[in-house]
């Protein structure tokens, strides 16, 4: 199968939690995310069904995860673990996998969500596929510019 052309991509992001998977699709040609859905964890694991039928769907050239860091820059537990699912997600799929820093994205989404006259504090999962469209739209901006 050939190789979709960079600039014509469909992309699907992921906000890596623990407990909650943020989820966006975006693409390349109109260089816009949206928000997707939130893939609760099952017993502790990304939920591999969700996960695949979202692929299947939407047939992504590219996966884009988010790498939480702290503010400084510096690694953090949750480092670790957004590069293990982006190595789970690669060897599983087989798609190529890149990491895009989510620095203060969570933030940025309490902040429309509140902005929209939505409650932060009933609704984590709309946070988590918010952050996830942020992340995915970054990563694209940050292609554009190079």
């Not at 949206?34 to 694991?45: C, E, F, G, I, S």
């Not at 932060?120 to 942020?134: E, G, N, Y």
Request: hydrophobic fraction near 40%; aromatic fraction near 6%.
């Amino acid at each position: 199968m050939a190789e979709t052309p960079v600039g014509q991509r469909t992309l699907l992001g992921f906000d890596f939690g623990t407990q909650r998977i943020g989820v966006a699709v975006g693409q390349e040609v109109t260089a816009q995310a949206r928000a997707l859905t939130t893939l609760r964890a099952v017993k502790h694991k990304p939920d591999w069904e969700g996960i695949s039928r979202l692929i299947e769907e939407w047939q992504p050239d590219l996966l884009v995860v988010g790498l939480p860091l702290h503010l400084d820059g510096n690694e953090q537990d949750m480092t670790r673990a957004a590069q293990r699912f982006a190595n789970q997600l690669n060897g599983r799929y087989r798609l190529k996998v890149e990491l895009m820093d989510e620095r203060l994205t969570s933030d940025e989404a309490e902040s429309l969500l509140t902005a929209s006259g939505a409650s932060v504090f009933q609704d984590k999962a709309q946070v988590d596929m918010i952050a996830a469209q942020l992340i995915l739209q970054s990563w694209m901006e940050l292609q554009q510019n190079t």
